[in-house]
Each structure stands twice: as C-alpha cells, then as structure tokens.
C-alpha cells in the first residue's frame, strides 16, 4: 500500500543542520500522517515530529524550536529540517506513514529503513 525511503543523513557538527526527506510510494494519497521517529542500539523508538494530512505538526519537547517537518505533496516527501543539532540528537532516525488501506476503512502503520544521523561534539 505505501512504502517509505529516508534519506539526507549524515555526520555534522554540534550546531549544524541536516535535512531529512521521506518519500512515499504505493499509494501516498491514502496517508493520514507522516511521523519522524529516532532510535539508539537497545533504545526506545521514541517520536521526534508529527505532521498530518492537513498541514498540522506537532514535535516533542526536546526538538522545539529546532526541528521542522513539512511536506511537498507534488514530490509525495515529507521533510525533517533539524537545526542547532546537539550530540544527543545522534540517532536512526525513521520514517513513519499512518495510512488508510485500500477499499477498506482500517488504518496501518509502513515505516522506512531508517537513516543515520550523527552529530559530533
């Protein structure tokens, strides 16, 4: 139904920039929102931001005012630009679709393969 590709990962210093993309194939139409989720070896998968069908985004408390999510719905890609990055921002970091299923009105979750992103201090 969607499949999702992360790209845009790296290394960079602590106060640098990276901008991650998510783009969706299969049938992105059907997406409801879009998560960036960021994890570490024998760590929790914890959500980093959120943006919905309609434009709305949320982000957790420790990325305010640093990360932002959009999209680019021609290019069927969601955007994380992470600005001002700390070394504990240094994670996999996932791509995560909420989708409804075709001809049906149940929901499922597809998520990318995961990027790496590393910030150096």
């Known amino acids: 139904q969607v499949q999702l590709v992360e790209s845009g990962g790296g290394l960079v210093q602590a106060g640098g920039s990276l901008r991650l993309s998510c783009t969706a194939s299969?049938?992105?139409?059907?997406?409801?929102?879009i998560c960036w989720y960021r994890q570490n070896p024998g760590k929790s998968r914890d959500l980093v931001a959120r943006?919905?069908?309609?434009?709305?985004?949320n982000y957790a408390d420790s990325v305010k005012g640093r990360f932002t999510m959009s999209r680019d719905m021609v290019k069927n890609t969601a955007y994380l630009q992470m600005n001002s990055l700390k070394p504990e921002d240094t994670a996999v970091y996932f791509c995560?679709?909420?989708?409804?299923?075709?001809?049906?009105?149940?929901?499922?979750?597809?998520w990318g393969r995961g990027t790496q992103v590393t910030v150096s201090s």
């Open positions: 299969g049938n992105p139409r059907s997406i409801k929102a």
């Open positions: 943006i919905t069908s309609a434009g709305t985004t």
């Open positions: 995560n679709a909420r989708y409804q299923l075709a001809s049906t009105t149940y929901e499922s979750d597809a």
